[in-house]
Nanobody, 118 residues
Framework: VQLQASGGGLVQAGGSLRLSCAAS????????MGWFRQAPGKEREFVAE????????KYVDSVKGRFTIYRNNVKNTVDLQMNNLKPEDTAVYYC????????????WGQGTQVTVSS
């Protein structure tokens, strides 16, 4: 599956952005989907994930209540709605896919930059 992320940008603290990841290739419902981010000088971290049919959703604690992950298995997209953004959310955000029977993400899209100004 090929992944194409979009929707990043510059926003003031407290603002919102919606990231979108479009998937093409293999059956989208073969994959769990996730969003990760990497801030300058830091390791890539998990942000959110959603199972193949949306039954299982997980978030890193720092974004709970602010970010929401969605998937559309007709349009083959997975979105990340980010509200009440904070400067510490500034990072390059990546969408990723893993086969539903595997724990590790091994398919990655290109990143999209999110910058939150204070």
């Amino acid at each position: 599956v090929q992944l194409q992320a979009s929707g990043g940008g510059l926003v003031q603290a407290g603002g919102s952005l919606r990231l979108s990841c479009a998937a093409s290739g293999r059956a989208f419902t073969d994959f769990g989907m996730g969003w990760f981010r990497q801030a300058p000088g830091k390791e890539r971290e998990f942000v959110a994930e959603i199972s193949a049919y949306g039954h299982i959703i997980k978030y890193v604690d720092s974004v709970k209540g602010r970010f929401t992950i969605y998937r559309n298995n007709v349009k083959n997209t997975v979105d990340l709605q980010m509200n009440n953004l904070k400067p510490e959310d500034t990072a390059v955000y990546y969408c990723a896919a893993r086969y539903s029977d595997q724990a590790e993400y091994n398919l990655w899209g290109q990143g999209t930059q999110v910058t939150v100004s204070s």
